[in-house]
């Protein structure tokens, strides 16, 4: 369904974002224009401050747009209330965080399937299968998270995002707490979503090696759009932050 | 350190103020206890110190103790040639002849009694100006003559009465008119007594039923004479047919027959204080448990930064002295109200205290603060300890690391043992026959029991939790089972704030067991014992004027109307050994109006003249048969000996014919001269209707409105209503404890909202709607609820149950269970488990999302 639609997955129409107001107000996000292409996995990167979970909070309708347009698929959040971005999240978009991704009390099947339970509908037994066959969960179903490595953990929180066949998935550093082994078993996931499930994924990342899954990498910087790479390397997207970003990144989230 | 801890205090006051609360509920009930007693007190003691004279003579009596009530109607007097005697004793600067009755009846025109009603009397005086006199006359003029009378203010204010108004009065003597001639006003606080003077021939004549007599006489002293100078004088000159009393004895005596009345009060309500502390000492340690949990990182930090462990320890227990500190003096100024409260809900009872007097002793300030604090002090010390256990590394750690502490297994093996113990207590008082012995083990298996569930109540989360909400998840959907999960989660917390309500819950279920076993009983007992149509008694059980059975037995449609009369006597032994003992008289037909078990002869053949009718009981004991002589000495000091003539099989139950002999009224009245009757036995003519016969008494006992026509019927109501108000007090009174213990459920909510505020903002973020977050809480509140009120039925059911079958052979023994009431405890918990999350609910779907999900 989601891989089948025309157009953009989501595209902002110069989306702002301020925190604070007058003299003090800091734009986080400036007059961005962006379009993300359904079927396709796009990272968005820059350095601590440069708006890129702030554009991927706006996006996923877990923060308020100052001015400008968000749209997900042909429906516009800023004009949406908090019943309906509810609705929207639960039903067209998946989330991986960076950690704290599960429920402790519920088992990773539980986790996995939580959406769809909200929402009173069953998730469809196949796909499920297939999204825990490919995730290499089968034999950790009945697990409490805290009886769960850090991956496989990531792994659960990416099940969870594509059970319920989302229009979108959205990551937020995905693999900021993992070692780099896991790390890259999570993004390989990711991309095989993509690849061979046709999902349609946007994550958040500081980590040049992270974007190198992508397709398409965005540069943001001050609130701005500043460059975009297709079929990125880890050496050019690490070459291209280099080119605009002279302060030293911090390994934090912003 | 101290700074730190100050500021930890301050820090976490948003998370205190619900312990707070619960220190400043259980302070404010302690203080509030101690001053409305201690007003009692002291208002009481005013009044008997202004009312007492110097020196009062009054008619020796063994048999009617001073606190008797007085069932025959018959008072102990003096002549009035003793009035001269005592003022022709050396040092007695005047003398009076007192005339003072407790137990009359004021009525208005419309027959309406205006006389005080609940515990407070109505009593009848002679009017005389004595120089200590607690009255003034502030309007009309001193009654003069048969028919005059003055009433006290309070009462002339009440019932907006006018000099010169018609009134009534009904004395042992019978009812009479009169007129208000003047009003008298207490110079000290009158606490609800309603008095109406006569001049001194009328009251003798009406009252004591003939001139020449007084109760008591009132003597002066002179100056430079002491009270007990005088006393002693006067006793010698009366000699040792009279009592003397110095105006401290007086005061002394009257005081201590209060004393016990108020110290039954006020044990009552320290009782439930306690209970109330008791919870909330369970909310408070939990409190601190959890913070202590929430601040293990900041408390390895201080360890890491070289705090000792018993510096931790402290700073802990110094922020407990300090809340506790707070919390008793805003218990105090609260308990200060709820006196104040105590004293305008007991006026409307009839007893008048006034608040500008309330009496705030030293003690009450003290036992405030000691409660205050040592409640705080001794809740926060486990948790102290806990927080100084933390290491340094903890510091370093992530934050939540699943519950630790004590394994679940010495809790099982200590709460199961505890509870073993307890079970062989309650079984032992359920079977002992000794009262006292049983009544101990009880109290022992009781508090076992109560602290053996505690213990083992984080074991039976699981289980319990799993029944009262294993049909949450199918209902209610992934929220159900989050909620459920949440509770169980960690089960010692769910467990410390369920048992809150627990204690409060077990204590309604085993009272109303009790309570419904007792209203059952006795509907039984009216059934066994009272085969009477109707029965004509006094609202108070006081005796009333003959005039009423005259009226019953002329009334058309009256079969046969049987009279009773009650007094106090002494069955003598023929070993001397002495039993005081109700000694009633009846009018023959007892043993058709009343069901009587007889073991030798009939009741007509124990009520024949110079005939007694005994107890198996009591004959038993002393080897009587009919025939044996019995000595009995009257309330009035006669003497008589009369012969068994009957033996009943003694009745041991409450309304159940005991041990007390049964006199023919004649017999009674030969040695006891004016018993009143107090209770006419009715069964209505062949083919007459009950109800019209009822009616037709009712109509023809309108002048005496004090007594009352009851069938069967009215009786069990009475009965089942006297029990339920009862209950309904202690009801009240466990309210304190509940609220107490919902405060500890919002507590918990509250406290497990923040700790998982990222997990909240990530509900949120995958889709989870604010009201189903809100329901999420509200559910998992009922859980805790329902667990503490599952276990708290079971336990007080338990109780009550043992209750029962201890006092089964002191009447209780028909069981009931009051299963209307459970179901209502059970919704009820709902209820309240729903109202404690409202708060935490309401917080918990506010939160902002991304503010949630970076939380710390």
Known sequence: MAQNEPGPAARTVGLSKAYGAGDTAVLALDRVDVEIDSGRFTAIMGPSGSGKSTLMHCLAGLDQASAGEVWIGDTELTRLGDKQLTRLRRDRIGFVFQAFNLLPTLTAEENITLPGDIAGRRTDAEWLKQVIETLGLGDRLKHRPHELSGGQQQRVAVARALAARPQLIFADEPTGNLDSRSGSEVLGFLRRSVDELGQTVVMVTHDPNAASFADLVLFLADGRIVDRLASPTADAVLERMRRFDRRPSTPAAD | ?856
Do not use: C
Not at chain 2, 80 to 100: K, N
């Open chain 2, 1 to 856: 350190m101290l700074k730190a801890t100050l500021r930890s205090f301050l820090a976490h006051k948003g998370r205190l103020a619900l312990s707070l609360l619960a220190v400043v509920l259980s302070v404010a009930f302690v203080a509030g206890t101690l001053m409305f007693t201690d007003t009692i007190g002291s208002t009481f003691d005013r009044l008997f110190r202004s009312t007492s004279a110097d020196v009062s003579v009054t008619a020796h009596n063994d048999v009617v103790g001073r606190n008797d009530q007085n069932l025959s109607g018959t008072v102990p007097t003096v002549p009035a040639s003793l009035v001269q005697r005592v003022a022709q004793v050396p040092g007695v600067a005047s003398a009076y002849g007192r005339v003072g009755l407790a137990g009359i009846v004021l009525t208005d025109a419309q027959n309406k009694n205006i006389g005080s009603i609940g515990g407070a009397p109505t009593l009848g005086l002679n009017w005389s100006q004595e120089p200590n006199s607690p009255v003034d006359l502030t309007a009309g003029h001193a009654p003069t003559g048969d028919g005059q009378v003055l009433v006290d203010a309070d009462t002339v204010r009440k019932h907006h009465l006018v000099l010169g108004q018609q009134l009534r009065v009904i004395s042992a003597t019978g009812g009479f008119p009169v007129t208000l001639t003047g009003m008298a006003t207490f110079n000290t606080t009158n606490p609800g007594a309603t008095l109406v003077f006569f001049d001194t021939a009328t009251a003798q004549r009406r009252l004591l039923g003939q001139e020449g007599l007084f109760t008591a006489v009132d003597a002066a002293a002179a100056k430079g004479v002491t009270h007990e100078q005088l006393r002693e004088r006067v006793a010698a000159a009366v000699g040792s047919a009279y009592d003397v009393k110095t105006a401290e004895q007086t005061a002394k005596d009257a005081a201590q027959a209060l004393g016990t009345f108020l110290s039954v009060i006020k044990d009552a309500l320290l009782g439930f204080a306690g209970i109330a502390v008791l919870v909330g000492i369970s909310l408070i340690l939990n409190t601190f448990s959890m913070l202590v949990a929430q601040r293990t990182r900041e408390l390895g930090l201080m360890r890491a930064l070289g705090a000792s462990r018993e510096q931790v320890n402290r700073s802990v227990l110094v922020e407990a002295v300090l809340l506790g500190v707070v919390g008793s003096t805003v218990g105090l100024l609260l308990g200060v109200g709820l006196a104040l409260g105590l004293i305008k809900l007991i006026a409307a009872g009839g007893m008048v205290l006034k608040g500008s007097q309330l009496a705030v002793r030293w003690p009450t300030v003290v036992s405030a603060y000691a409660v205050g604090i040592i409640v705080t002090a001794v809740s926060a010390y486990l948790p102290a300890r806990r927080a100084a256990r933390v290491s340094p590394m903890a510091a370093l750690r992530e934050a939540d690391t699943p519950g630790r502490g004590a394994p679940l297994r010495i809790r099982a093996i200590g709460g199961l043992a505890l509870m073993l113990v307890a079970g062989a207590g309650l079984g032992g008082a359920a079977a002992d026959k000794n009262l006292g012995q049983a009544g101990l083990l009880l109290g022992v298996g009781v508090l076992l029991s109560l602290i053996g569930l505690v213990v083992v109540g984080p074991l039976l989360a699981r289980p319990v939790i799993r029944l009262v909400g294993g049909w949450f998840p199918r209902v209610f959907g992934p929220v159900g089972t989050l909620s459920q999960r949440n509770a169980l989660r960690n089960p010692r917390r769910t467990s410390a704030t369920a048992s809150a309500l627990m204690i409060g819950l077990a204590l309604v279920a085993s009272l109303s067991v009790v309570g419904s076993s007792l209203a059952a009983s006795f509907d039984a007992q009216i059934d066994k014992t009272i085969g009477a149509d109707l029965i004509v008694q006094n609202t108070t059980g006081l005796p009333f004027p003959g005039e009423v059975g005259d009226t019953v037995q002329v009334t058309h449609g009256v079969g046969l109307a049987v009279r009773g009369q009650a007094s106090r006597g002494v069955l003598v032994a023929a070993d001397g050994t002495q039993k005081k003992t109700n000694v009633v008289g009846t009018g023959p037909g007892l043993d058709k109006v009343v069901r009587i078990q007889m073991r030798d002869g009939t009741v007509d053949q124990g009520i024949a003249p110079g005939k007694v009718l005994l107890g198996s009981g009591y004959a038993d004991a002393h080897g009587l048969r009919v025939g044996s002589p019995v000595t009995i000495v009257f309330q009035n000091g006669r003497t008589g000996t009369l012969t068994v003539g009957a033996i009943d099989v003694t009745d041991p139950n409450p309304g159940g014919l005991g041990d007390e002999p049964v006199l023919g009224s004649a017999t009674l009245r030969s040695f006891l001269p004016g018993a009143l009757d107090d209770v006419v036995f009715v069964n209505v003519a062949q083919g007459a209707d009950k109800a019209q016969v009822k009616s037709a008494l009712t109509t023809a006992l309108a002048k005496d409105p004090q007594v009352q026509v009851r069938d069967q019927s009215d009786y069990k109501k009475l009965i089942r209503g006297q029990i339920d108000f009862l209950l309904q007090l202690v009801y009240g009174l466990l309210a304190l404890a509940i609220i107490i213990a919902v405060l500890g459920v919002v507590n918990t909510l509250a406290l497990s909202v923040i700790e998982r505020t990222r997990e909240i903002g990530l509900l949120r973020a995958i889709g989870l709607g604010r009201q189903q977050l809100r329901r999420m809480v509200r559910l998992e509140a009922v859980v805790i609820a329902l667990f503490g009120a599952v276990l708290g039925l079971g336990l007080g059911l338990v109780w009550g149950l043992t209750a029962q079958r201890l006092l089964a052979a002191k009447g209780l023994q028909a069981l009931s269970v009051p299963w209307s009431t459970v179901i209502a405890v059970v919704i009820g918990a709902a209820v309240v488990g729903l109202l404690a999350a409202l708060g935490p609910a309401l917080r918990a779907s506010r939160l902002n999302v991304l503010d949630a999900i970076a939380h710390e």
